[in-house]
């Protein structure tokens, strides 16, 4: 055996990361983001071309997350009895599939329709985010597990902010907002202008498919390690009652359950809403002026990666999560109560503070798994609390329409970030009771 050679562990874990099969399996987590961000950008399109309450245009995101919480578990025993690559080769099929549905929807113009094509793309990533979280954990040494997913969700943001280029440029157009344009409209007029402007959203799809191929031709033809334990590959026996019942009587799987939950709910709603914030307290701009506040979002997003990556490898990750969650939750009541622009630009800087949570909440929930025959298992369930996405924002979008402000509404996505700062403040007393353990066990041994 060479001195270099990759070497997989009983435990599943490598003993090193093998460089060019983690850089294509952190590839897809843009691809993801693209897909989540051009969401943002329909919710805006859609509410005034098929004139829905924002509670109906939170649809969007709940036939998205929702295809995520029914494939995720499905997609999970797939990967178990197949491999990590069948997963993301499977998910990256039908996130085509979905894509290419864009072209049906965009002529026959309902929006069940679009929610059925969008519906299509969630159940390939559904797949794809099973896989690849799970599978950027274990493609190296355990030891280094929660950094190798934030180093391959650092590029989210490059996918996110591709997404609404790609929105701004080739859905949005130029003029007066949608909102004003069709209100001195006769209904005539009206409808043959939604018609008009529903033909533009399928132009992004188009180019989606085309890098999907050619990722999916790597994925092929790549070798990649299986990174499954080996008493798994010996004997394969472990059932999903078995393994629901070991997670169920987890308390800290259970509460990184929630607190995943509540996290996607929240970071989608803001982010499903922030250009309608925008356009609500500033009349003077268009959708596609209103898209660079969701910009500016993701390039927060992008650096509070960088500032968490530099902080976690200075303190515990759960202390400074703790702290992030703090300012977030100010940050957002800030959003909600103050009455002026200065508000949307709060919603901008709470992105800031969104960047280390998903990872860090996933790797942290994945990493109290001790028996890791039921990783995968595990791996999906983390998945389906992407459903946060489905729920969160339809809730926000109810308050909108009940209290009749946007701005108020964002009170629901304040109470999820203290709810996960109570996540974050329970894991720092719970690795201060373990190093106390431990340091006490080293004096008696002495």
Known sequence: MKKDSIVQLPDGYLNRTP??????????????????????ILIAQFKHVFELSDF????????????????????SMIIKKKSYKFGIITGLLFYIAGCSLFYPASHMATYTMFLLAI??????????????NTYSSMIGPRKHSILRLNI??????????????????????????LESRMANMSPAEAQAFGLNMLQHTLQPYKYIIFVLIAILILFIFTKFPACKPAAEDKTNTVGFKESLKYLGANSRFRKGIGAQLLYCGMQTAVWSFTIRLALDMNSGINERAASNFMVYSFICFFAGRFIANFLMARFKPAKVLFCYSILGALTLAYVAFVPN??????????????????????????EVVKDKKYTETAGGFLIMSIVGGAIIPAVQGYASDLFGSMQTAFLVSMACFIYIGFYFYGEMKNHETVQRSTKSSVKLAR
Do not use: H, R
């Open 56 to 75: 109906a245009t939170a649809f969007v995101q709940s036939a998205f997350y929702g295809g995520y919480f029914l494939i995720a578990l499905p997609a």
């Open 19 to 40: 460089v060019f099969q983690f850089i294509l399996v952190s590839l897809l987590f843009p691809m993801w983001a693209v897909a989540a961000s051009l969401n943002d």
């Open 119 to 132: 519906f299509g793309i969630a159940v390939g990533l559904g797949f794809l985010e099973t896989a690849a």
């Open 341 to 366: 622009t200065t508000a949307i630009y709060a919603a901008i800087g709470v992105s800031l503070l969104f960047g280390p949570c998903w990872p860090t909440i996933y790797g942290n929930t994945l």
């Open 152 to 177: 391959s969700q650092t590029i989210y943001p490059i996918g996110a902010i591709s997404g609404i280029l790609l929105g701004k440029y080739l859905v949005f157009q130029e003029g007066a907002s």
